[in-house]
């Protein structure tokens, strides 16, 4: 990478203002904190800091190249500004760390303001060839976050099983043909292991039908991005990190969601649904309080991004933003 070029230079933050928007409101007070669990390059986190003067950010995220670009972009800021090198799962642990998880919410000082979740891949991971996210040009197949640790997209490819293959195409990247590929993977790796892009991408143009490929977009498309969310564990760490955002929200803190493909989208969809659902019986006339909604959604459905922001940026064509409210502090938490 070009040392010269910074994190305004290879970041463009999706739906940037809508997000300032939503957050705002909850970020006037002195001192009111904003976790952005997914930093990347910090184009989020420093509109936030630019409009609510009186707010702070933590910052996290698992790619340490992405936390030394953001701390450039964000040193202004100076202690208004605290990176933390994690994956968000660890939100709970991180917050305890930092003194702001307190023993429940009515601790109004142990609560967070806001929460932002951005998921899915940065500018810089995909535009990094040496990252192996992208398939349109040949790389090592790594596709970790964080490369410091855990099992590259080679080793997926290398040594599982023809089962669990299968699995992880069909559940992370609906394959369609996720039997024929993972077989067709199989075949080859007997033959020489799996270490580029571009061998992978001409088995995948071979492996899914032509007729195929016509409507439903780049053939390896749906593989990378099931290999992807394999190796950085994606869609458990969201499973993990939904409820303990919602928790550590204060009442009238708000949390923002920018996801990038269904699956992600739905289980955003399903935690922010169950909240802002009354858990009262169906005919009792009145609202039981300890069943009453505990947030309150923002966003009508999914929002997404308008022409002006598609023609600057194509790349936030998938993005899906879902945002809430808290509004009491639920059971759960008045020990």
């Known amino acids: 990478m070009n040392a010269r070029r910074t994190a305004e230079d290879l970041h463009v933050p999706v739906m940037r203002d809508r997000i300032v928007e939503l957050l705002e409101p909850a970020l006037q007070q002195p001192g009111a904190v904003m976790v952005d669990a997914t930093l990347g390059m910090g184009g989020h986190s420093e509109a936030i800091l630019e409009q609510c003067p009186r707010a702070r950010v933590v910052g996290i995220d698992r790619d340490q190249e992405a936390l030394r670009l953001a701390g450039e972009r964000l ?42 979740l951005d998921l899915g891949v940065s500018s810089l991971q995909l535009d990094e060839q040496e990252r192996g996210f992208a398939y349109r040009h040949d790389a090592p197949l790594d596709m970790r976050m964080d490369q410091g640790s855990g099992v590259t997209a080679a080793e997926v490819l ?27 993977v199989v075949r080859e790796r007997a033959r020489e292991p799996f270490t580029s892009s571009a061998r992978l991408v001409d088995l995948l143009r071979s492996a899914i039908p032509a007729a195929s490929q016509k409507s439903g977009g780049h053939p390896a498309k749906r593989t990378f991005q099931a290999l992807r969310i394999e190796v950085n564990g994606e869609l458990d760490a969201l499973r993990d990190v939904l409820p303990a955002a919602v928790d550590a929200l204060a009442v009238g803190g708000r949390i923002a969601v920018l996801s990038y493909h269904s699956l992600e989208d739905r289980l955003v969809k399903q935690a922010l649904a169950a909240g802002a659902h009354s858990g009262t019986p169906v005919g009792l006339p009145v609202e039981l309080p300890e069943l009453a909604p505990y947030l309150r959604l923002l966003t009508r459905g999914a929002e997404e991004p308008g022409p002006a922001e598609l023609s600057l940026n194509p790349r936030a064509a998938s993005a899906r933003l879902r945002a809430a409210e808290r509004t009491r502090v639920s059971k759960g938490h008045l020990a």
């Open 158 to 184: 290398n040594t599982y099983s023809q089962a669990d293959l299968e699995r992880v195409l069909r559940e992370f990247g609906e394959e369609r043909f996720a039997r024929r590929v993972a077989s067709a």
């Open 75 to 116: 040193a202004r800021f100076g202690g208004r500004f605290t990176p933390v090198h994690a994956v968000y799962d660890g939100l709970p642990r991180i917050l305890s760390d930092l003194g702001l998880a307190g023993r429940s919410q009515r601790d109004t000082m142990a609560t967070v303001a806001a929460v932002l």
